[in-house]
């Protein structure tokens, strides 16, 4: 197998006309390489990614029956928009979607598969990081939603979720 720097030699050493050609076939290589390079070269598609992780995150079918989320596919989701470098704002939003489609889950039907809980936790945990990354008058607007938030889901279950809140915002939520 080649190294980068060969194949970045090779392509260069095409002419204008077979770049062009290259690029091309590049581009329809497959979904998943147009969506990187529309996002990477033209900043375009970080709110196809936002519907991506909604629709992955929904827990019942358009008829209104239980569906359970596909951690790998949410997984999937947010692996593609960090490669191709979404802006802090749109993954933290979509880590909010990942957040709450979890916690509907576990409240619409009383509990769910154990890995949802910690899913719930890490989306979370993501969540409150980017926020503090941001760092702007947004994120303590949200900081003050994610408090009633939670205290609207309060049970036992969510009591590391809780200190997990508290210990980041520095919120007490009792």
Known sequence: ??????????????????????????YGFSKDVKEFLNMRLLGDGEEQYIQQISKATE???PKGYPKEISVREVNAILSKAKKSKVSDKTLCEMEWIAFDGYMTYLDDYGGGPEIYEDKVYDHL?????LLSKIGNEEEQKK?????????????????????????????DMF
Not at 1 to 26: C, D
Not at 125 to 129: E, I, K, P, T, V
């Open 143 to 171: 900081i003050g939603e994610i408090a009633k938030y939670l205290r609207k889901h309060r049970n036992m279950y969510y009591d590391h979720i809780w200190e997990l809140f508290e210990d980041m915002t520095g919120v």
């Open 125 to 129: 945990n993501n969540h409150l990081q």
């Open 59 to 61: 827990s019942q079918t």
């Open 1 to 26: 197998m080649a190294t980068l720097r060969e194949i970045k030699k090779a392509f260069f050493a095409l002419s204008q006309k077979e770049q062009e050609a290259m690029i091309k076939e590049i």
